[in-house]
C-alpha cells in the first residue's frame, strides 16, 4: 500500500508492504518528469529510509521535491491587528522559498506603532528572501501597487463586504487569474454533532459569508480559507501565552465550563502550506472551502497541561460557572466556551494537505520564545482572574 500527500515544495511519500525493500544506497535517486498542457515539472526521489525487513507495520519514506515550471506572481493584502496578521508573514515566507513572487500589502502606514510588533518587525525577512513590502489602504490597492499585475490575489484582512469588494473588483479587472480569502471558521453555527466539516451550517448574518458568496459570483477561480486558533512565532494574538502567564508565576488557571470543550489549535505553519497548495495547484482548490485546521482536537484543560508540561511546571486548574460569577467568559479566557471544532477534510482530500502541528513539541518552542522576549519577568495584571478566584475562595499566592 503507498500513500501520497504533498506540502509543497516537497512532498513526502510513505510505502507500507509486507516483502523486503532495499535501497541500496543512501544516495540513490529517481528522478522524472511530466508534461501536462503547457505546463511542466519535474520530481526527484530521495530515499530517507533505506531498508527494512517484511513486517506488517515497517514503512519506507522518502522526500519528493517538485520544481513546478509555473512560478505565480502573488499579492498578500495582509491586515495590521488581530491573530490573522501572522498568516500573511509565513505565507509570503514560504511562497517565496518555492520561487513564486511576492507583494505584501498590509493595512495602514509603514511608520505607525503596530508596525514595531511581531509579525511587523520581520517583514525584514519577506524583503531578504527578494519579496516586497508596500503598506496603504485595501480600497486603494490600484494605487498602493502601481501598474504591476498578479496572478493570485489573497485577502486576509477584511471581515465584511465593505472592505473586501474593492480588492476583488480590482484583482478581477487588473486580470488576477485566482482569488483566495481568509475567512473564519467562526461562522459555523454551534452543532451537537462536532467537528464542523466544511459544508455545514453558517450564520447567514456574518460579514464573512457575504464576501465568500460575492468571490463565488466574480471569479472561475478561487478558494476559501476558514481558519480557527493559532499558535506560531510572530503571532500578536495571545493564546498559548495566557497559558504560560499564569504557569510561570504559580497562579491557578481558570477555566470556565468543565474543561473538556474541544478545540482546534493548529501552527501556522500548517495553514500557510494550505494556502500554497492552493497557489500550485489552482484547478484542484477551485470553487472550494476549507478549514485552514490541524486535523486533532485538544480540550481546554488539555492545552493548559501542555503549556505547563512545555514549561517543565505543574498546573493547577480551576473550573468555573461564568454566570455564577458574573464574568463575561469572552473577556476572561482567550477560546469559545463550547465545543468549537473544525477538521481539515477537504485539504486532505482535495489538495493532498497534511497536518505537521504537534502541540506537545510546538509549544516547547513558543514557551522558548516566551522566556527569550523576557514576558516572563512583564508584570501582568489578573484582575478578571481575582474575581473569578474570589468568588471561589481560591487562595493566590502573592
Not at 7 to 12: A, C, G, I
Not at 137 to 163: M, Q, R, T, W, Y
Not at 277 to 295: H, K, Q, R, T, Y
Request: charged letters at 20%; aromatic letters at 8%.
Amino acid at each position: 500500500m503507498a500513500t501520497l500527500a504533498s506540502s509543497s515544495p516537497s512532498v513526502l511519500f510513505s510505502a507500507s508492504s509486507t516483502n523486503h525493500l532495499l535501497f541500496p544506497h543512501s544516495s540513490s535517486r529517481l528522478s522524472f518528469s511530466s508534461s501536462l498542457h503547457s505546463s511542466s515539472s519535474s520530481l526527484s526521489i530521495s530515499p530517507t529510509f533505506l531498508a527494512f525487513t517484511s513486517s506488517n507495520s515497517h514503512a519506507a519514506a522518502f522526500t519528493i521535491s517538485a520544481s513546478a515550471a509555473e512560478k505565480k506572481k502573488v499579492l498578500i493584502v495582509n491586515t495590521n491587528s488581530g491573530g490573522h496578521a501572522v498568516i500573511g508573514f509565513y505565507f509570503a515566507k514560504e511562497l517565496l522559498g518555492a520561487g513564486h513572487t511576492v507583494t505584501i500589502l498590509t493595512v495602514g502606514e509603514e511608520s505607525s506603532e503596530k508596525m514595531k510588533k511581531p509579525p511587523f518587525n520581520r517583514f525584514p525577512e519577506i524583503v531578504s528572501a527578494g519579496g516586497r513590502t508596500v503598506w496603504g489602504n485595501p480600497a486603494e490597492v490600484g494605487s498602493v501597487v502601481g501598474e504591476e499585475a498578479f496572478d493570485v490575489v489573497l485577502d486576509n484582512n477584511g471581515k465584511d463586504l465593505e472592505a473586501v469588494r474593492p480588492v476583488i473588483d480590482w484583482a478581477k479587472s487588473s486580470g488576477a487569474k485566482q482569488f483566495l480569502f481568509i475567512s473564519s471558521a467562526g461562522i459555523y453555527k454551534p452543532t451537537d454533532e462536532p467537528p464542523h466539516v466544511e459544508g455545514d451550517v453558517v450564520k447567514a448574518d456574518a460579514g464573512h459569508v457575504g464576501v465568500e458568496k460575492y468571490i463565488e459570483e466574480t471569479f472561475d477561480s478561487w478558494a476559501v480559507f476558514r481558519p480557527q486558533y493559532m499558535i506560531g512565532s510572530g503571532n500578536n494574538k495571545d493564546c498559548e501565552e495566557w497559558f504560560f502567564d499564569r504557569i510561570v508565576r504559580d497562579r491557578p488557571v481558570p477555566i470556565p465550563g468543565s474543561g473538556l470543550q474541544l478545540t482546534n489549535i493548529a501552527h501556522v505553519r500548517d495553514l500557510s502550506s494550505m494556502l500554497t497548495l492552493a497557489v500550485e495547484n489552482p484547478d484542484a482548490a477551485n470553487g472550494s472551502i476549507f478549514n485552514c485546521v490541524s486535523d486533532r482536537a485538544v480540550t481546554l484543560d488539555g492545552m493548559a497541561k501542555l503549556c505547563a508540561q512545555a514549561a517543565g511546571r505543574p498546573v493547577n486548574i480551576v473550573h468555573y460557572d461564568p454566570k455564577a460569577v458574573g464574568i463575561d467568559a469572552k473577556k476572561a479566557f482567550p477560546f469559545r466556551n463550547l465545543h468549537f471544532y473544525a477538521e481539515p477534510r477537504a485539504a486532505k482530500t482535495k489538495l493532498g494537505w497534511r497536518s505537521t502541528t504537534n502541540l506537545p513539541e510546538d509549544l516547547k518552542e513558543r514557551f522558548e520564545e516566551y522566556l527569550k522576549i523576557g514576558r516572563d519577568k512583564k508584570a501582568i495584571q489578573f484582575e478578571l482572574d481575582d474575581k473569578i478566584l474570589e468568588a471561589l475562595k481560591v487562595p493566590v499566592s502573592v
